[in-house]
Every structure is written in structure tokens, then in C-alpha cells.
């Protein structure tokens, strides 16, 4: 069964690196102008920042790998 689960998400999980790269320049873009006017205090502010950092960091990681595969 987990053999099963396991080719069935190998052959869905096609990425794209193109993808991944517009993904990276604009969180990167994102995360700049989030460090620019930095307001601490405000969730709204934290909410964006953790989730640029987080998109950032995994399409780093996802080109990373395809560019060892």
C-alpha cells in the first residue's frame, strides 16, 4: 500500500522550475519591501512576512533538488 501511495505522488509531483523561480523573485520582492516599513506590531505584518520567508525558503529548496536531480 505505502509502495502504491508512493508512485502515485512521484508521478503527480511534476515541477515546474520555472514556477518555482517566479515563486522565489516574488517572495523575494515581497520580503523586501515587507523589511523597507517594518511594523512589528501589526499581525497582518507578521502573517506576511512568515509566509514569504516559508515561499521563499520552499522554492529554494524545490529548485535545489530538481537542479540535483
Not at 511594523?39 to 516559508?54: E, I, K, R
Amino acid at each position: 500500500m505505502l509502495r502504491r501511495v508512493r508512485t502515485a505522488v512521484a508521478e503527480a509531483y511534476d515541477p515546474d522550475p520555472r514556477a518555482a523561480t517566479i515563486v522565489a523573485m516574488g517572495s523575494a520582492f515581497l520580503l523586501f519591501s515587507l523589511l523597507s516599513y517594518p511594523n512589528g506590531s501589526n499581525p497582518y505584518y507578521q502573517f506576511a512576512l512568515v509566509v514569504s520567508v516559508l515561499s521563499l525558503v520552499v522554492s529554494v529548496a524545490m529548485l535545489a533538488v530538481e537542479t540535483l536531480r
